[in-house]
Nanobody
């Protein structure tokens, strides 16, 4: 069975940094592009960043230059380094395949506030 377990969230001040991690299992990880998504109450889940099987990365305009996605195929993990955090980055962050077609994990809460 597919399992996606996010961790690393927390409360940080504007301008601070966090590193999120996603542990994946139950599918051939190295054959899938992976992505991070985020969701705030009352709004749809939005795509944040993707990393392809060849390590090519893309980012939403709202996080470009501040976030960095990476993957480790030996550990079946996807990380999201978040720098220069803004209050509008506050959300629950989820990982999934690039197409979001696996069962969602519980996510990890990121709160950016003074």
């Amino acid at each position: 069975q597919v399992q996606l377990v996010e961790s690393g969230g927390g409360l940080v001040q504007p301008g601070g940094s966090l590193r999120l991690s996603c542990a994946a299992s139950g599918f051939p990880f190295s054959l899938y592009g992976m992505a991070w998504f985020r969701q705030v109450p009352g709004k749809q889940r939005e795509w944040v960043s993707s990393i392809d099987i060849d390590q090519t990365t893309i980012y939403a305009d709202s996080v470009k230059g501040r976030f960095t996605i990476s993957r480790d195929n030996t550990k079946n993990s996807v990380d999201l380094q978040m720098n220069s955090l803004k209050p509008e980055d506050t959300a629950v962050y989820y990982c999934n395949t690039r197409w979001g077609d696996k069962e969602w994990g519980q996510g990890t809460q990121v709160t950016v506030s003074s």
